[in-house]
């Protein structure tokens, strides 16, 4: 059974930085997509960033672009989501996410992903 399990979350200051970790169990990923989506009090859950876990290509929302990196370490099976220049806005649950494998490109979609985490509190402080 797949499970993924986030880490990293917590309170910060406007401008300061934090590390989303992803850790996946279960199976070993090669034709899979990761992704990292979020989900703020009365919103929908946003995409935020894609990666393929063969050949690293990466994705990521406009909203994020130039702030957020996601990445990935096989070895480790883990992805990341680094994220900087942290505003207010960018508080929300963040779900790691993963596909079943065969996805084309990089889905920005909910139901594009079949496997997801628990979620790990961001908060912004202004």
């Known amino acids: 059974q797949v499970q993924l399990v986030e880490s990293g979350g917590g309170l910060v200051q406007a401008g300061g930085s934090l590390r989303l970790s992803c850790a996946v169990s279960?199976?070993?990923?090669?034709?899979?997509?990761m992704g990292w989506f979020r989900q703020a009090p009365g919103k929908e859950r946003e995409f935020v960033a894609a990666?393929?876990?063969?050949?690293?290509?990466?994705y990521h929302a406009d909203s994020v672009k130039g702030r957020f990196t996601i990445s990935r370490d096989n070895a480790k099976n883990t992805v990341y989501l680094q994220m900087s220049s942290l505003k207010p806005e960018d508080t929300a649950v963040y779900y790691c996410?993963?596909?079943?494998?065969?996805?084309?490109?990089?889905?920005?979609?909910?139901?594009?992903?079949?496997?997801w985490g628990q979620g790990t509190q961001v908060t912004v402080s202004s």
């Open positions: 996410a993963a596909d079943k494998g065969g996805t084309f490109g990089f889905p920005t979609t909910s139901r594009a992903y079949d496997y």
């Open positions: 279960g199976r070993t990923f090669s034709n899979n997509v």
């Open positions: 990666i393929r876990w063969s050949g690293g290509g990466t």
